[in-house]
């Protein structure tokens, strides 16, 4: 085991939440660093102050965190992190905290993340669709025309088409809450791929 992870996986970190301006040179700078090739879309959809002392200068304010301590993040990542600063996001007026911000700027490491777990959900609904197929080819063959003779001579027969259909029927509403949240993750990386923070979004009610 990584000797830092085991130093600090006992104590909890400090983080801070910080926040500056894009109205003021420090913050549009870091915006810009962090935003990279999104960064004249994003500066377009915020826009500019149109009156007052900030009048024509750009609105927004960016946010980020910044780990004081090392240590084991218990109501974040939980997982060990390190000093430095992190997961930058962008709102569009003052007042909005860290996790309602509309923008991220860390793309690269949530469009992992929501990749995988896209592929997590993908590989569990192709597994649980295979193993319902199999259970209605073999249901649709034992209770076909020419098996009649051989089921009524089978005493466990109602049982195992009784079985077998909650099986299927389970199967199915799975399948169908499994390719809901295949869908709501394609909108979250859509979301991503535009900046947006895909966490605001809301799944349809169904």
Not at 1 to 10: H, I, L, R, T
Not at 13 to 29: H, I, N, R, T
Not at 74 to 91: C, F, L, Q
């Amino acid at each position: 085991m990584n000797k830092s992870f085991q130093q600090n996986a006992g104590r909890g970190c400090v983080k801070q939440k910080l926040s500056a301006s894009l109205a003021e040179d420090f913050g549009l700078e870091l915006f810009k660093k962090k935003a990279g090739s999104h960064a004249e879309r994003i500066l377009a959809e915020l826009g500019t102050y149109s009156r007052g002392k900030r009048k024509g200068k750009q609105k927004g304010f960016i946010h980020w965190v910044k780990v004081v301590e090392g240590g084991f993040d218990y109501y974040g990542s939980r997982t060990v992190v390190y000093r430095g600063s992190s997961d930058y996001r962008v709102a569009k007026e003052f007042g909005y905290t860290h996790e309602d911000c509309e923008f991220v700027l860390n793309f690269d490491h949530q469009h992992n993340v929501l990749v995988d777990a896209l592929k997590g959900l993908q590989e569990k609904h192709d597994e649980l669709d295979a193993e319902t197929s199999k259970a209605k080819g073999l249901l649709d063959r034992y209770t076909a025309e020419e098996n009649a003779e051989k089921r009524s001579a089978d005493s466990f027969g109602d049982v195992y088409v009784t079985i077998t259909k909650e099986l299927i029927e389970s199967n199915t509403a799975k399948l169908q809450k499994l390719q809901e949240r295949i869908t709501f993750t394609v909108a979250q990386i859509d979301a991503l791929d535009k900046g947006l923070n895909p966490a605001l979004l809301v799944p349809d009610a169904q």
